[in-house]
């Protein structure tokens, strides 16, 4: 870069600084915060009601081999997955998986809504819920196909069409933008991140608050259809141990996955959503299989990002590099996981990507009762591993409620470590999160506290702050700088290498309306573990440290 373009980058930056100084929004500069609870709303339902299976947004919309359930995810900066399904569902006791290369997997594309000049070619799948039971029906889905289109430009307006030419079974013609490039001055506009969405009244309500912002991505972290409310004939409970303690293994009910996709297609079959799995995704099976449908659903940048896996993967969207961490698969120094994150830590390079952003399921603070501690183990494992190469934000779901917290490393605060930030208020069909672990009488039992699929215990009393000796805070924790049980959603507006705007929006408010709002501010000039992009344009506030 030249002197000329760095002092204009410098000055654009310093310009920036003072617009976003003079708006009045708290910025994390201005913390350590107060914990604050907002009381919860008595307008609230608290427990949600799932869409039933007769509902119009759930049919099938097309017959035959048509596509349906459209989707699109992010794989590398010049390369999108678009993802469908051609074919119903079966249920029953004798169900014949569909032959998945019956029905070709191709795209056809252009920058021109009547010239589609591309084609790309994928793979396809078909995936099947097995029980070892009498009585329980099984399920085979329909075709999953996954095409990779390549080579695309980067903040253009991309046309496309899905299905199998061949045998006239194409789609309508439908869009998507695709991210700016890595650069330190190139971000996307809005963000959308979401967390334990399901198929309620609820769920469609934040997505239709998230469909207002137009946002240019969705994360949602974990916990998409919850088909593990429902025994396989299709009855479900917003507690599924409580209404079927004798069922001799965690039912589902899959088709829940496809009225999901049905729902969701016109949202993200032309904004990029990008999933990491919840607990609800587990779905155990005959053989001791788990996670079937979330991985054959949605399209992973798994092996461009070097992980090979499903569960855990990395990619960029402008100046953001996104790590997607699991928390239901192995975490631990010598895992597999441990070993690829500190690979892509120490790939990430924060000239081109200077926001460095992580998301997974379960939260690591959080202090509702409500999963308190339940994954300390992953915690113990890789917070220092996050913290050392200055991951700037964390987001979460799994807790049905929404918490931000002050920068915060093994429980201390700390200007250089991440804001954490729970969105598990989606509207999914349990009840919220409403207790928390620091009022009287809500200090759950320790041994009660590990996660039950992934075992472990770590989470003893604490031994220094002004909780030593207690395994609960007897006051909202300082860690805690905002929390609100409500359901809702978060945008994610990154305005330069060193402001990002963060607002929360509750689902009973008017669309415009902000429940929670603050600029998150990078301080690589003062934190060693935020590296440097370009010499630093401070903000005129006094930094509180």
Not at 102 to 110: D, E, I, T
Not at 516 to 523: F, G, K, L, S, T
Request: aromatic letters at 12%; hydrophobic letters at 35%.
């Amino acid at each position: 870069m030249g002197r000329l373009q760095l002092w204009l980058r410098l000055l654009q930056l310093f310009l920036s600084v003072l617009h976003l100084s003079a708006s009045g929004i708290p910025t994390t500069l201005d913390g350590p915060f107060t914990p604050v609870t907002v009381p919860l709303d008595d307008k609230i339902r608290g427990q949600a009601s799932d869409l039933p299976a007769d509902d119009p947004r759930l049919q099938r919309p097309v017959t035959e081999i048509s596509p349906e359930q459209i989707s699109v995810s992010l794989s590398t900066p010049d390369s999108i997955w678009v993802s469908w399904i051609t074919g119903e569902f079966q249920v029953g006791d004798n169900i014949r998986p569909r032959n998945a290369s019956s029905v070709a997997s191709v795209v056809n594309y252009g920058i021109l809504q009547d010239n589609l000049n591309y084609e790309a070619t994928g793979y396809s799948l078909v995936y099947s819920q097995l029980y070892p039971f009498v009585g329980l029906q099984n399920y085979t889905s329909g075709i999953i196909h996954h095409v990779r289109l390549t080579g695309l430009s980067a903040s253009t307006v991309y046309y496309y069409r899905c299905g199998d030419p061949h045998q006239n079974a194409m789609s309508k013609v439908l869009s998507f933008k695709t991210m700016p490039a890595p650069g330190p001055s190139r971000f996307p506009g809005r963000i959308a991140i979401v967390g334990d969405l399901g198929l309620t009244y609820n769920t469609t309500s934040t997505i239709d608050h998230v469909r207002s912002k137009d946002p240019d991505l969705i994360l949602l972290v974990g916990d998409v259809s919850y088909a593990n409310l429902y025994l396989t004939n299709g009855t479900g409970s917003a507690c599924y141990s409580c209404s079927f303690p004798d069922s001799p293994i965690h039912e589902t009910y899959q088709p829940r996955w496809d009225y999901w996709g049905r729902f969701m297609e016109p949202l993200i079959s032309r904004v990029p959503i990008m999933v990491v799995e919840g607990n609800h995704e587990i779905e155990e099976q005959v053989g001791n299989k788990t996670f079937a449908a979330y991985s054959s659903r949605f399209a992973f940048p798994s092996q461009e990002s070097g992980s090979g896996s499903t569960f855990y993967y990395s990619f960029n969207a402008g100046g953001i590099h996104f790590i997607m961490l699991g928390g239901y698969i192995d975490y631990n120094k010598t895992g597999e996981q441990y070993k690829w994150l500190e690979h892509d830590l120490a790939d990430v390079d924060r000239s081109m990507t200077p926001w460095l952003v992580a998301a997974w399921h379960p939260p690591w603070y959080s202090s509702y009762k409500a999963h308190y501690r339940e994954v300390e183990c992953m915690k113990q494992e890789m917070e220092e591993l996050l913290y050392r190469y200055g991951v700037d934000i964390v987001f979460n779901g799994h807790v049905h409620a929404y918490e931000r917290s002050n920068r915060v490393f093994n429980y201390t605060l700390d200007p250089c470590a991440p804001v954490y930030i729970t969105v598990g208020d989606g509207g999914n069909r349990e009840k919220m999160a409403v207790p928390h672990a620091d009022e009287p009488g809500n200090c759950p039992d320790p041994a009660s506290t590990p996660d039950s699929y992934m075992g472990g215990f770590c989470a003893y009393n604490f031994t220094s702050g002004p909780a030593t000796g207690k395994f609960c805070w007897d006051r909202q924790p300082d860690f805690s700088a905002y929390r609100e049980s409500s359901f809702g959603h978060g945008i994610f507006e990154v305005k330069n290498e060193t402001y990002a705007l963060w607002t929360w929006h509750r689902n009973q408010d008017a669309y415009n309306s902000i429940g929670d709002e603050i600029y998150i501010v990078r301080q690589p000039g003062i934190c060693p573990n935020q590296p440097k992009s370009i010499q630093t344009v401070q903000s005129p506030k006094i930094q509180k440290l």
